[in-house]
């Protein structure tokens, strides 16, 4: 479902973006530098980061998409489920998770004891600068999702799961680019 005449059969993401490819191309080259580029943070960790702030910003697709993304990245549904609370079970991934709730939240808050609060959990600066990616880059995503009125289903969540998983968002990319040259 969706709430725009001609989008009526979107089930997912992606659909919005082939609509428009030109549009949505530099942004799903910036999902994809910040969910598969090389940094610090693994891809769980980033997966993670992507379903609490879609938890906190209570974005029903991406919160089933990145459950399912991290489930076929062979994280188990009890850490899943903490993870989506915002209270995994170590120390430096609370830290990780305040962070970007705290950003994601009351973003005109974040102060240096933000930072040094990561720093203390043993991230680098580079690290929470991935942080604030990954979460800046899931406020813009949730409410494009939301906007339009996609829910997804437990078939697009486990089929995009899986491909993300496997081949990380390159190919999102990529499909959208060879739509903007036709």
Same mark, same amino acid.
């Given at each position: 479902?969706?709430?725009?005449?001609?989008?009526?059969?979107?089930?997912?993401?992606?659909?919005? &973006?082939?609509?428009?490819?030109?549009?949505?191309?530099?942004?799903?080259?910036?999902?994809?530098?910040?969910?598969?580029?090389?940094?610090?943070?693994?891809?769980?960790?980033?997966?993670?980061?992507? +379903?609490?702030?879609?938890?906190?910003?209570?974005?029903?697709?991406?919160?089933?998409?990145?459950?399912?993304?991290?489930?076929?990245?062979?994280?188990?549904?009890?850490?899943? *489920?903490?993870?989506?609370?915002?209270?995994?079970?170590?120390?430096?991934?609370?830290?990780? +998770?305040? &962070?970007?709730?705290?950003?994601?939240?009351?973003?005109?808050?974040?102060?240096?004891?933000?930072?040094?609060?990561?720093?203390?959990?043993?991230?680098?600066?580079?690290?929470?600068?991935?942080?604030?990616?990954?979460?800046? +880059? &899931? *406020?813009?995503?949730?409410?494009?999702?939301?906007?339009?009125?996609?829910?997804?289903?437990?078939?697009?969540?486990?089929? *995009?799961?899986?491909?993300?998983?496997?081949?990380?968002?390159?190919?999102?990319?990529?499909?959208?680019?060879?739509?903007?040259?036709?």
């Amino acid at each position: 479902m969706s709430f725009l005449a001609y989008s009526t059969g979107f089930q997912g993401v992606v659909d919005v &973006f082939t609509r428009d490819p030109g549009r949505y191309l530099p942004f799903t080259r910036l999902l994809t530098g910040i969910m598969s580029g090389e940094t610090e943070l693994t891809r769980p960790e980033r997966e993670m980061i992507a +379903l609490h702030v879609s938890t906190l910003n209570d974005c029903e697709y991406c919160v089933g998409s990145h459950k399912a993304v991290l489930a076929a990245l062979g994280v188990d549904r009890a850490s899943i *489920a903490t993870v989506e609370a915002g209270a995994p079970d170590d120390s430096r991934h609370r830290a990780m +998770l305040a &962070f970007a709730g705290k950003l994601t939240r009351t973003p005109g808050e974040i102060d240096q004891a933000d930072v040094d609060d990561a720093r203390a959990a043993g991230w680098s600066d580079q690290a929470v600068e991935d942080m604030i990616g990954v979460a800046s +880059l &899931f *406020a813009f995503l949730n409410r494009l999702v939301d906007g339009f009125g996609i829910k997804g289903s437990d078939a697009v969540f486990a089929q *995009a799961g899986g491909m993300i998983a496997e081949h990380g968002y390159g190919p999102i990319s990529a499909m959208i680019a060879g739509k903007t040259t036709r």
